[in-house]
């Protein structure tokens, strides 16, 4: 595992955001995974500038993302979606036919994960998965417990996820979905390369434990462990627990 710490969430932003772009101009077709959330908002911006400056191109980009909310599609400025068009698909060169998700919209959960691991297996193993980490160390939606043999299926989220986005919902208006899509860990672990970005001292526990701690589903992200090719970026306040027991 490669380890970069950095001074802060800008710092961090851009050296996640460099390996990303390292990544598309030595493959311009590669099949990069996404994760939504607060952490990856400053590395798509960054890419987004760099795409701007004419040192980037994502014409022949594949993207695939983790997780979307069951019941919601692109109307929901809570959907995943919604986030990913309005953080980078809008705002670079992809083309909309390379860019995908779980479809919320799908009632039928077995429906809605066969599409989504068809496709998966079709497009072949992402060349980078971009992850954020949980405060309790999940990764996707892949909560404690989850059982690592996983590829897509449908969650009933935790009500600590249900508490901790709740307002977002109730701001919109919509009622908060208690379901959702997620890629498992065993559709996590077929990419190739596995990039964590990580920020805050609110997430130095969760750094603790995931990459220094013992490997199990009590701490979904800890079996990163056994994957070949993982960088973690971090900032300081991250790191700030993270020594080996
Ligand atoms: C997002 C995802 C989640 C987040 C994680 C961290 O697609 O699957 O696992 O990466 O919850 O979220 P933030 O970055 O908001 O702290």
């Known amino acids: 595992m490669r380890i970069y710490v950095t001074k802060d969430y800008g710092e961090m932003s851009r050296r996640a955001a460099n390996i990303i772009s390292a990544q598309i101009i030595l493959k311009p077709d590669c099949i990069l995974g996404l994760a939504t959330g607060s952490t ?20 022949d980009v594949v993207t695939v993302n983790l997780d979307e909310y069951k019941g919601l599609g692109a109307e929901s400025e809570q959907s995943y979606i919604h986030y990913m068009r309005e953080h980078l698909f809008d705002r670079v060169n992809l083309k909309s036919e390379n860019t995908h998700m779980p479809d919320g919209r799908i009632a039928d959960s077995g429906e809605a994960c066969r599409a989504y691991n068809g496709l998966l297996a079709s497009l072949g193993a992402p060349d980078l998965q971009l992850l954020g980490l949980g405060r309790n160390g999940h ?5 404690p417990g989850s059982v690592f043999e996983k590829d897509v299926h449908c969650v009933d989220l935790t009500p600590s996820t249900l508490a901790a986005n709740q307002r977002f919902f109730e701001a919109e208006g919509s009622p908060m979905p208690t379901q959702a899509y997620t890629m498992g860990i065993r559709s996590i672990l077929r990419a190739r390369k596995i990039l964590v970005a990580v920020s805050g001292a609110d997430k130095a526990d969760a750094v603790q434990k995931v990459f220094f701690g013992p490997v199990t589903p009590d701490v979904p992200g800890s079996i990163l462990q056994l994957h070949d090719d993982v960088t973690l970026v971090t900032d300081e306040a991250a790191y700030s627990k993270a020594e080996r027991p």
């Open 139 to 143: 990764i996707g939606f892949n909560e």
């Open 40 to 59: 990856p908002i400053g590395i798509y911006d960054q890419l987004v500038e760099w795409y701007e400056k004419g040192d980037l191109d994502f014409s």
